[in-house]
């Protein structure tokens, strides 16, 4: 039982790893290098503790959060797709290629609500992200859909660990 503890536990250095990526990702060409310099080790090392902490599942995935408005799109909508789950992982990966889709997952459906695939579409206007949506559904077949559009963006940060 105590070696599950620990086995679970993040030593000081992978809590500087961690408070490293979880900021503001270096537009650099070596981005992982100045990350690692921040963390005071070598690049080499930096990336062995990343795959480490992914392969022990301690850290899930790594992402970029769009702040679509300051990029110029005004309009986006949560599209809920009703999708025949043989087609699920075919129709998903055709949607996550869409340079206007920034989300893309699958969801548990309930007897009133059959949708079990979500996509976040981003437009200039709601009459882009219509355009885009009719796309996708025509080029996957997929036509049964909820269109979501968001009214007021409430959060649009990431959790943060190992804060002081």
């Known amino acids: 039982m105590a ?8 030593d000081e250095l992978d809590k500087k790893v961690v408070r490293a990526l979880q900021g503001d990702f270096p537009l650099v060409a070596e981005p992982y290098k100045v990350l690692a ?3 005071g080790i070598s690049e080499e090392l930096f990336l062995e503790r990343v795959k480490a902490l992914s392969e022990e599942k301690k850290i ?3 992402g970029a959060v769009l702040r679509h408005r300051e990029v110029g799109f005004s309009s986006n909508v949560l599209v809920a797709w009703e999708v025949d789950p043989a087609r699920l992982d075919e129709v998903a990966k ?3 290629e869409s340079p206007s889709v920034s ?4 969801r548990n459906t309930a007897p009133d609500w059959p949708y079990n695939l979500y996509t976040m579409v981003h437009g200039h206007s709601r ?3 219509e355009a885009i949506v009719a796309g996708l559904a025509k080029e996957t077949g997929v036509e049964n859909r909820a269109m979501l559009y968001t009214k007021h963006e ?3 940060v990431s959790m943060k660990y190992f804060q002081e």
């Open 94 to 96: 055709k949607m996550a």
């Open 154 to 156: 409430w959060k649009k």
């Open 60 to 62: 899930r995935k790594m």
């Open 103 to 106: 989300h893309c997952y699958d």
């Open 37 to 39: 310099e921040q963390v």
């Open 127 to 129: 009459e882009e992200c």
């Open 3 to 10: 070696e599950d503890v620990a086995m679970n536990q993040l």
